[in-house]
Protein backbone atom coordinates (compact mmCIF):
# COMPACT_ATOMS: atom_id res chain seq x y z
CA UNK A 1 0.00 0.00 0.00
CA UNK A 2 1.29 3.33 -0.72
CA UNK A 3 0.02 6.82 0.43
CA UNK A 4 -0.93 9.34 -2.18
CA UNK A 5 -3.12 12.37 -3.08
CA UNK A 6 -5.21 12.75 -6.52
CA UNK A 7 -4.96 15.85 -7.88
CA UNK A 8 -6.58 17.52 -11.43
CA UNK A 9 -4.58 19.88 -13.70
CA UNK A 10 -6.60 22.80 -15.44
CA UNK A 11 -9.61 22.05 -18.15
CA UNK A 12 -8.59 18.10 -17.77
CA UNK A 13 -11.08 15.57 -15.73
CA UNK A 14 -7.92 12.91 -15.33
CA UNK A 15 -6.86 12.57 -11.83
CA UNK A 16 -2.73 11.74 -11.21
CA UNK A 17 -1.52 10.14 -7.90
CA UNK A 18 1.40 12.17 -6.22
CA UNK A 19 3.11 11.40 -3.31
CA UNK A 20 2.62 14.15 -0.19
CA UNK A 21 5.37 12.96 1.55
CA UNK A 22 5.68 14.73 5.07
CA UNK A 23 2.67 16.63 4.11
CA UNK A 24 -0.89 15.96 5.06
CA UNK A 25 -3.40 17.65 1.96
CA UNK A 26 -6.80 17.67 2.03
CA UNK A 27 -9.14 18.02 -0.75
CA UNK A 28 -9.77 21.32 -2.50
CA UNK A 29 -6.58 22.61 -1.30
CA UNK A 30 -4.03 24.33 -4.31
CA UNK A 31 -0.34 22.35 -4.22
CA UNK A 32 2.78 23.16 -6.62
CA UNK A 33 3.91 19.95 -8.19
CA UNK A 34 6.59 18.39 -10.29
CA UNK A 35 5.97 17.34 -13.49
CA UNK A 36 8.34 16.54 -16.46
CA UNK A 37 7.70 19.56 -18.07
CA UNK A 38 8.77 21.39 -14.37
CA UNK A 39 6.74 22.87 -11.65
CA UNK A 40 2.80 22.98 -11.82
CA UNK A 41 -0.16 24.59 -10.24
CA UNK A 42 -3.07 21.84 -9.49
CA UNK A 43 -6.11 21.41 -7.10
CA UNK A 44 -6.12 18.22 -4.73
CA UNK A 45 -9.32 16.32 -5.50
CA UNK A 46 -8.68 13.94 -2.62
CA UNK A 47 -6.45 13.74 0.63
CA UNK A 48 -4.28 11.98 1.55
CA UNK A 49 -5.43 7.76 0.52
CA UNK A 50 -3.75 4.50 0.36
CA UNK A 51 -3.50 2.87 -2.99
CA UNK A 52 -3.14 -0.92 -4.23
CA UNK A 53 0.88 -0.91 -5.08
CA UNK A 54 -0.39 -2.24 -9.01
CA UNK A 55 -2.15 1.39 -9.28
CA UNK A 56 0.70 3.56 -9.00
CA UNK A 57 2.46 4.59 -11.97
CA UNK A 58 6.27 4.38 -11.54
CA UNK A 59 8.39 7.29 -11.28
CA UNK A 60 5.89 8.19 -8.70
CA UNK A 61 5.95 12.66 -8.23
CA UNK A 62 6.34 14.49 -5.13
CA UNK A 63 4.59 17.62 -3.96
CA UNK A 64 6.86 20.30 -3.49
CA UNK A 65 4.43 22.60 -1.16
CA UNK A 66 0.98 24.45 -0.86
CA UNK A 67 0.34 27.40 -2.93
CA UNK A 68 1.39 30.17 -1.70
CA UNK A 69 0.29 33.80 -2.24
CA UNK A 70 3.24 34.26 -4.64
CA UNK A 71 2.07 31.04 -6.22
CA UNK A 72 -1.18 32.70 -7.08
CA UNK A 73 0.04 36.04 -8.44
CA UNK A 74 2.21 33.93 -10.70
CA UNK A 75 -0.48 32.23 -11.81
CA UNK A 76 -2.26 35.21 -12.77
CA UNK A 77 -0.03 36.75 -14.85
CA UNK A 78 0.39 33.59 -16.52
CA UNK A 79 -2.76 33.77 -17.70
CA UNK A 80 -2.89 36.90 -19.08
CA UNK A 81 0.43 36.00 -20.81
CA UNK A 82 -2.00 33.17 -22.62
CA UNK A 83 -4.24 35.89 -23.75
CA UNK A 84 -1.37 37.89 -26.00
CA UNK A 85 0.09 34.83 -27.01
CA UNK A 86 -3.21 33.45 -28.14
CA UNK A 87 -4.08 37.17 -30.45
CA UNK A 88 -0.44 37.00 -31.79
CA UNK A 89 -0.20 33.50 -32.68
CA UNK A 90 -3.56 34.40 -34.49
CA UNK A 91 -2.13 37.23 -36.66
CA UNK A 92 0.82 35.27 -37.29
CA UNK A 93 -1.07 32.18 -39.00
CA UNK A 94 -3.05 34.63 -41.33
CA UNK A 95 0.10 35.82 -41.88
CA UNK A 96 1.30 32.46 -42.98
CA UNK A 97 -1.26 31.52 -44.71
CA UNK A 98 -1.85 28.24 -42.79
CA UNK A 99 -4.72 26.15 -43.02
CA UNK A 100 -4.94 25.46 -39.23
CA UNK A 101 -7.34 26.95 -36.41
CA UNK A 102 -6.07 27.77 -33.20
CA UNK A 103 -7.78 26.62 -30.45
CA UNK A 104 -6.31 26.91 -26.95
CA UNK A 105 -2.45 28.24 -25.13
CA UNK A 106 -1.21 27.06 -22.60
CA UNK A 107 1.40 29.15 -20.41
CA UNK A 108 3.88 26.92 -17.63
CA UNK A 109 3.83 27.77 -13.91
CA UNK A 110 7.31 29.09 -14.25
CA UNK A 111 6.73 30.97 -17.89
CA UNK A 112 9.54 29.41 -19.57
CA UNK A 113 7.14 27.28 -22.00
CA UNK A 114 4.63 28.27 -24.22
CA UNK A 115 2.16 24.89 -25.65
CA UNK A 116 -0.38 25.87 -28.64
CA UNK A 117 -3.14 23.59 -29.54
CA UNK A 118 -4.40 23.17 -32.96
CA UNK A 119 -6.80 21.66 -35.22
CA UNK A 120 -6.07 20.88 -38.95
CA UNK A 121 -7.59 18.77 -41.64
CA UNK A 122 -4.01 17.51 -43.01
CA UNK A 123 -0.29 17.89 -42.06
CA UNK A 124 0.85 21.54 -41.69
CA UNK A 125 4.21 22.74 -42.12
CA UNK A 126 4.54 25.35 -38.98
CA UNK A 127 8.52 25.72 -38.15
CA UNK A 128 8.71 29.38 -39.96
CA UNK A 129 5.87 30.12 -37.41
CA UNK A 130 7.31 28.49 -34.81
CA UNK A 131 10.31 31.20 -35.27
CA UNK A 132 8.57 34.42 -35.21
CA UNK A 133 6.50 33.08 -31.89
CA UNK A 134 10.12 32.39 -30.43
CA UNK A 135 11.15 35.60 -31.07
CA UNK A 136 8.15 37.32 -30.00
CA UNK A 137 8.12 35.89 -26.21
CA UNK A 138 11.75 34.51 -25.72
CA UNK A 139 10.23 31.02 -24.68
CA UNK A 140 10.27 27.65 -25.38
CA UNK A 141 7.76 27.26 -27.94
CA UNK A 142 5.78 23.69 -29.10
CA UNK A 143 2.42 23.28 -31.32
CA UNK A 144 0.36 19.94 -30.92
CA UNK A 145 -2.34 19.09 -32.95
CA UNK A 146 -5.39 18.03 -31.33
CA UNK A 147 -8.41 16.43 -32.69
CA UNK A 148 -12.15 17.85 -32.99
CA UNK A 149 -13.07 15.36 -29.92
CA UNK A 150 -10.26 17.13 -27.83
CA UNK A 151 -11.28 20.66 -29.03
CA UNK A 152 -14.59 19.83 -27.64
CA UNK A 153 -12.79 18.59 -24.57
CA UNK A 154 -11.02 22.29 -23.91
CA UNK A 155 -13.31 24.22 -25.06
CA UNK A 156 -16.62 22.64 -23.26
CA UNK A 157 -19.89 23.89 -24.06
CA UNK A 158 -23.44 22.15 -24.24
CA UNK A 159 -24.99 19.05 -25.39
CA UNK A 160 -28.25 18.11 -27.23
CA UNK A 161 -29.77 17.09 -23.89
CA UNK A 162 -28.92 20.46 -22.35
CA UNK A 163 -26.36 19.37 -20.31
CA UNK A 164 -22.47 19.85 -20.69
CA UNK A 165 -20.60 17.96 -22.31
CA UNK A 166 -19.61 14.57 -20.74
CA UNK A 167 -16.10 14.79 -22.08
CA UNK A 168 -15.49 18.13 -20.15
CA UNK A 169 -16.83 17.59 -16.92
CA UNK A 170 -16.37 13.41 -15.91
CA UNK A 171 -14.95 11.29 -18.58
CA UNK A 172 -11.11 10.05 -18.42
CA UNK A 173 -10.60 9.43 -21.80
CA UNK A 174 -12.68 9.00 -24.92
CA UNK A 175 -14.56 5.70 -25.47
CA UNK A 176 -14.49 4.20 -28.67
CA UNK A 177 -17.96 4.43 -30.55
CA UNK A 178 -19.44 3.16 -33.39
CA UNK A 179 -22.31 2.96 -35.53
CA UNK A 180 -23.21 0.00 -34.72
CA UNK A 181 -24.32 0.95 -31.33
CA UNK A 182 -26.76 3.02 -32.71
CA UNK A 183 -28.29 -0.15 -34.71
CA UNK A 184 -28.48 -1.91 -31.38
CA UNK A 185 -30.59 0.41 -30.18
CA UNK A 186 -32.75 1.27 -33.13
CA UNK A 187 -31.80 4.67 -33.12
CA UNK A 188 -32.58 6.61 -36.29
CA UNK A 189 -29.03 7.04 -38.28
CA UNK A 190 -29.23 10.57 -39.72
CA UNK A 191 -25.84 11.89 -38.12
CA UNK A 192 -27.25 15.12 -37.21
CA UNK A 193 -29.16 13.20 -34.39
CA UNK A 194 -26.92 10.49 -33.36
CA UNK A 195 -23.82 13.25 -33.76
CA UNK A 196 -22.57 15.50 -30.83
CA UNK A 197 -21.51 19.01 -31.24
CA UNK A 198 -17.63 17.71 -32.35
CA UNK A 199 -19.40 15.84 -35.38
CA UNK A 200 -18.47 12.64 -34.15
CA UNK A 201 -20.64 9.80 -32.51
CA UNK A 202 -22.53 11.07 -29.50
CA UNK A 203 -19.97 9.49 -26.20
CA UNK A 204 -23.74 8.84 -24.33
CA UNK A 205 -23.97 5.77 -26.96
CA UNK A 206 -21.57 3.78 -24.95
CA UNK A 207 -23.32 4.15 -21.69
CA UNK A 208 -26.67 1.87 -22.02
CA UNK A 209 -25.05 -0.27 -24.99
CA UNK A 210 -24.22 -2.88 -22.52
CA UNK A 211 -28.13 -3.38 -20.97
CA UNK A 212 -29.29 -3.46 -24.85
CA UNK A 213 -27.11 -6.30 -25.71
CA UNK A 214 -28.33 -7.93 -23.36
CA UNK A 215 -31.78 -7.09 -24.36
CA UNK A 216 -30.96 -8.85 -27.83
CA UNK A 217 -29.57 -11.76 -26.35
CA UNK A 218 -33.22 -12.32 -24.63
CA UNK A 219 -35.63 -11.11 -27.37
CA UNK A 220 -36.37 -12.82 -30.43
CA UNK A 221 -35.33 -11.16 -33.77
CA UNK A 222 -37.80 -10.18 -36.10
CA UNK A 223 -39.74 -12.31 -38.30
CA UNK A 224 -39.03 -14.83 -35.73
CA UNK A 225 -41.86 -17.56 -35.31
CA UNK A 226 -43.32 -17.41 -31.94
CA UNK A 227 -46.20 -19.09 -30.10
CA UNK A 228 -48.38 -16.31 -28.36
CA UNK A 229 -51.53 -16.98 -25.92
CA UNK A 230 -53.55 -16.16 -28.94
CA UNK A 231 -52.10 -18.76 -31.38
CA UNK A 232 -48.91 -18.87 -33.52
CA UNK A 233 -47.82 -15.69 -35.64
CA UNK A 234 -44.37 -14.33 -36.71
CA UNK A 235 -43.05 -11.17 -34.93
CA UNK A 236 -42.86 -7.55 -36.96
CA UNK A 237 -41.45 -5.09 -34.82
CA UNK A 238 -38.96 -5.28 -31.39
CA UNK A 239 -39.07 -2.81 -28.53
CA UNK A 240 -35.77 -3.74 -26.69
CA UNK A 241 -36.63 -0.92 -23.69
CA UNK A 242 -39.83 -2.19 -22.93
CA UNK A 243 -39.33 -5.77 -23.77
CA UNK A 244 -42.09 -6.52 -25.92
CA UNK A 245 -42.80 -7.72 -29.36
CA UNK A 246 -45.43 -6.80 -31.99
CA UNK A 247 -46.80 -10.32 -33.65
CA UNK A 248 -48.69 -10.52 -36.92
CA UNK A 249 -50.81 -13.69 -35.81
CA UNK A 250 -51.93 -16.57 -38.59
CA UNK A 251 -55.54 -16.45 -37.81
CA UNK A 252 -55.77 -12.33 -37.98
CA UNK A 253 -52.37 -10.79 -39.69
CA UNK A 254 -54.07 -7.66 -40.14
CA UNK A 255 -54.50 -6.97 -36.46
CA UNK A 256 -50.92 -7.37 -35.00
CA UNK A 257 -50.68 -7.63 -31.21
CA UNK A 258 -48.30 -6.70 -28.55
CA UNK A 259 -46.80 -9.02 -25.81
CA UNK A 260 -44.57 -9.05 -23.69
CA UNK A 261 -41.26 -11.42 -23.70
CA UNK A 262 -42.38 -13.82 -21.09
CA UNK A 263 -45.69 -14.21 -22.93
CA UNK A 264 -44.18 -15.28 -26.32
CA UNK A 265 -42.42 -19.20 -27.17
CA UNK A 266 -39.76 -18.76 -29.75
CA UNK A 267 -39.94 -21.59 -32.25
CA UNK A 268 -37.51 -20.27 -34.88
CA UNK A 269 -35.58 -17.10 -34.20
CA UNK A 270 -35.07 -15.29 -37.13
CA UNK A 271 -36.37 -15.45 -41.08
CA UNK A 272 -36.65 -19.21 -42.26
CA UNK A 273 -39.01 -21.79 -43.12
CA UNK A 274 -41.79 -23.36 -40.85
CA UNK A 275 -41.14 -26.71 -42.31
CA UNK A 276 -40.86 -29.26 -39.99
CA UNK A 277 -41.57 -26.85 -37.24
CA UNK A 278 -44.26 -28.46 -34.55
CA UNK A 279 -46.14 -26.18 -33.15
CA UNK A 280 -47.02 -27.17 -29.32
CA UNK A 281 -50.73 -27.25 -28.36
CA UNK A 282 -50.21 -25.66 -25.04
CA UNK A 283 -50.19 -21.98 -25.37
CA UNK A 284 -48.11 -19.99 -23.01
CA UNK A 285 -49.93 -18.23 -19.60
CA UNK A 286 -50.95 -14.85 -20.25
CA UNK A 287 -49.05 -12.33 -18.46
CA UNK A 288 -51.62 -10.86 -15.43
CA UNK A 289 -50.56 -7.55 -13.94
CA UNK A 290 -51.46 -7.44 -10.46
CA UNK A 291 -53.08 -4.20 -9.62
CA UNK A 292 -51.20 -2.19 -6.43
CA UNK A 293 -53.31 -1.63 -3.33
CA UNK A 294 -54.31 1.89 -2.90
CA UNK A 295 -52.41 4.31 -1.11
CA UNK A 296 -55.83 5.65 0.84
CA UNK A 297 -58.27 3.44 1.84
CA UNK A 298 -62.15 4.63 0.85
CA UNK A 299 -63.87 6.19 3.22
CA UNK A 300 -66.85 4.32 4.77
CA UNK A 301 -69.67 6.45 5.96
CA UNK A 302 -71.62 5.61 8.75
CA UNK A 303 -75.07 7.31 7.22
CA UNK A 304 -77.67 4.92 6.54
CA UNK A 305 -80.87 5.60 4.62
CA UNK A 306 -84.14 4.92 6.25
CA UNK A 307 -87.14 5.32 4.04
CA UNK A 308 -90.40 6.99 5.34
CA UNK A 309 -93.22 4.99 6.56
CA UNK A 310 -96.10 4.22 4.36
CA UNK A 311 -99.59 6.02 4.34
CA UNK A 312 -102.72 4.26 5.32
CA UNK A 313 -104.84 3.99 2.01
CA UNK A 314 -108.06 3.45 3.83
CA UNK A 315 -107.98 6.37 6.12
CA UNK A 316 -105.71 8.97 3.86
CA UNK A 317 -104.07 10.45 6.50
CA UNK A 318 -100.27 11.19 7.22
CA UNK A 319 -98.42 9.22 9.84
CA UNK A 320 -96.33 10.69 12.10
CA UNK A 321 -93.17 11.61 10.66
CA UNK A 322 -93.93 11.03 7.09
CA UNK A 323 -93.63 14.40 4.86
CA UNK A 324 -96.66 15.51 2.74
CA UNK A 325 -96.36 14.61 -1.02
CA UNK A 326 -95.73 16.96 -4.03
CA UNK A 327 -99.38 16.91 -5.28
CA UNK A 328 -100.68 17.29 -1.61
CA UNK A 329 -98.19 20.62 -0.96
CA UNK A 330 -99.77 22.09 -4.21
CA UNK A 331 -103.21 21.27 -3.28
CA UNK A 332 -102.63 22.99 0.49
CA UNK A 333 -100.73 25.83 -1.53
CA UNK A 334 -97.64 27.74 0.51
CA UNK A 335 -97.80 29.62 3.38
CA UNK A 336 -100.21 29.94 6.46
CA UNK A 337 -103.15 29.12 5.74
CA UNK A 338 -102.69 26.15 2.63
CA UNK A 339 -105.01 23.19 5.03
CA UNK A 340 -107.70 25.60 5.37
CA UNK A 341 -107.78 25.97 1.85
CA UNK A 342 -107.93 22.97 0.75
CA UNK A 343 -110.55 21.78 2.99
CA UNK A 344 -112.91 24.14 1.22
CA UNK A 345 -111.66 22.92 -2.21
CA UNK A 346 -113.17 19.44 -1.13
CA UNK A 347 -116.31 18.55 -2.91
CA UNK A 348 -120.01 18.03 -1.05
CA UNK A 349 -121.01 14.47 -0.70
CA UNK A 350 -123.79 13.66 -3.58
CA UNK A 351 -127.24 12.23 -2.80
CA UNK A 352 -127.75 8.59 -3.89
CA UNK A 353 -129.11 8.45 -7.83
CA UNK A 354 -132.02 5.91 -9.20
CA UNK A 355 -130.57 3.58 -11.02
CA UNK A 356 -130.88 4.30 -15.00
CA UNK A 357 -133.22 1.94 -17.05
CA UNK A 358 -130.98 -0.03 -20.03
CA UNK A 359 -132.29 1.73 -23.16
CA UNK A 360 -134.19 -0.67 -26.15
CA UNK A 361 -131.94 -1.46 -29.00
CA UNK A 362 -132.80 -0.28 -32.28
CA UNK A 363 -133.14 -2.64 -35.32
CA UNK A 364 -130.07 -2.08 -37.84
CA UNK A 365 -131.31 -2.20 -41.42
CA UNK A 366 -129.87 -4.99 -43.56
CA UNK A 367 -126.41 -4.60 -45.06
CA UNK A 368 -125.89 -5.46 -48.87
CA UNK A 369 -123.04 -5.85 -50.75
CA UNK A 370 -121.30 -3.18 -53.09
CA UNK A 371 -121.36 -0.74 -50.30
CA UNK A 372 -125.53 0.68 -51.77
CA UNK A 373 -127.88 2.22 -49.41
CA UNK A 374 -131.08 0.47 -49.32
CA UNK A 375 -133.71 1.78 -51.34
CA UNK A 376 -135.72 4.23 -48.83
CA UNK A 377 -132.35 5.31 -46.42
CA UNK A 378 -133.97 7.36 -43.65
CA UNK A 379 -136.90 5.79 -43.79
CA UNK A 380 -138.65 4.06 -40.94
CA UNK A 381 -137.04 0.29 -40.51
CA UNK A 382 -138.21 -2.40 -42.46
CA UNK A 383 -139.63 -3.76 -38.81
CA UNK A 384 -142.13 -1.32 -38.27
CA UNK A 385 -143.18 -0.70 -42.21
CA UNK A 386 -146.67 -2.59 -43.33
CA UNK A 387 -145.96 -5.44 -45.26
CA UNK A 388 -147.82 -6.37 -48.77
CA UNK A 389 -148.35 -9.14 -50.14
CA UNK A 390 -147.48 -9.09 -53.88
CA UNK A 391 -149.96 -11.44 -56.75
CA UNK A 392 -148.05 -14.71 -57.26
CA UNK A 393 -147.14 -14.92 -60.98
CA UNK A 394 -149.81 -17.09 -62.93
CA UNK A 395 -148.66 -20.28 -65.34
CA UNK A 396 -149.14 -19.33 -69.17
CA UNK A 397 -152.08 -21.56 -70.75
CA UNK A 398 -150.75 -24.40 -72.21
CA UNK A 399 -147.29 -24.75 -70.68
CA UNK A 400 -147.30 -25.75 -66.86
CA UNK A 401 -144.60 -23.06 -65.83
CA UNK A 402 -145.16 -19.01 -65.53
CA UNK A 403 -144.39 -16.18 -67.93
CA UNK A 404 -141.56 -14.90 -65.83
CA UNK A 405 -139.48 -18.18 -65.77
CA UNK A 406 -140.38 -18.77 -69.52
CA UNK A 407 -138.86 -15.14 -70.36
CA UNK A 408 -135.54 -15.76 -68.62
CA UNK A 409 -135.31 -19.10 -70.26
CA UNK A 410 -135.62 -17.63 -73.44
CA UNK A 411 -133.16 -14.93 -72.46
CA UNK A 412 -130.97 -17.96 -71.50
CA UNK A 413 -131.30 -19.81 -75.36
CA UNK A 414 -130.54 -16.42 -76.45
CA UNK A 415 -127.15 -16.34 -75.00
CA UNK A 416 -126.51 -19.99 -75.85
CA UNK A 417 -127.45 -19.06 -79.53
CA UNK A 418 -125.16 -15.93 -79.66
CA UNK A 419 -122.52 -18.56 -78.00
CA UNK A 420 -123.13 -21.52 -80.51
CA UNK A 421 -122.93 -19.47 -83.53
CA UNK A 422 -123.81 -16.51 -85.85
CA UNK A 423 -127.33 -16.23 -87.30
CA UNK A 424 -129.35 -17.50 -84.11
CA UNK A 425 -128.55 -21.21 -84.80
CA UNK A 426 -128.77 -22.62 -81.71
CA UNK A 427 -131.96 -23.89 -80.49
CA UNK A 428 -133.09 -23.92 -76.59
CA UNK A 429 -134.07 -27.02 -74.35
CA UNK A 430 -137.82 -27.68 -74.28
Known amino acids: M ?3 ISVRFRSGCKTYYFNPGQLHIEAGQDVIV ?3 QGAEYVTCTEGNHPVEDHQVVEPLRRVLRLATENDRRSLQLAREKEKDAFAVCQK ?3 QHGLEM ?3 RVECSFDGNKILFFFTADGRVDFRELVKDLASAFHARIELRQIGVRDEAKMLGGLGICGRPFCCSQFMDD ?8 AKTQNLSLNPT ?3 GTCGRLMCCLKYEQDAYEDAVRRMPKNESFVQTPDGPGNVSAVNLLKEQVTVRLDSQPDAPRCYHNCEVCVLRNGKGSRDGIQVPQERPARLVVEEEPEEFPAVVSDFRFTPPEPMSAASGEKKEGERPSRSRRRRGGRGRGGEERSAEKKPAPQAEQPEKQPRPEKPRPPRRRGGKKPEGAGAAPAAQQPKTQQPKPQPQPGTGEPAAAKKSRHRGGRRHNRRGGAGGSGKTEA
Open 34 to 36: ETA
Open 92 to 94: KIA
Open 101 to 103: KLV
Open 2 to 4: TEV
Open 174 to 181: FIPVSIKM
Open 193 to 195: KIS
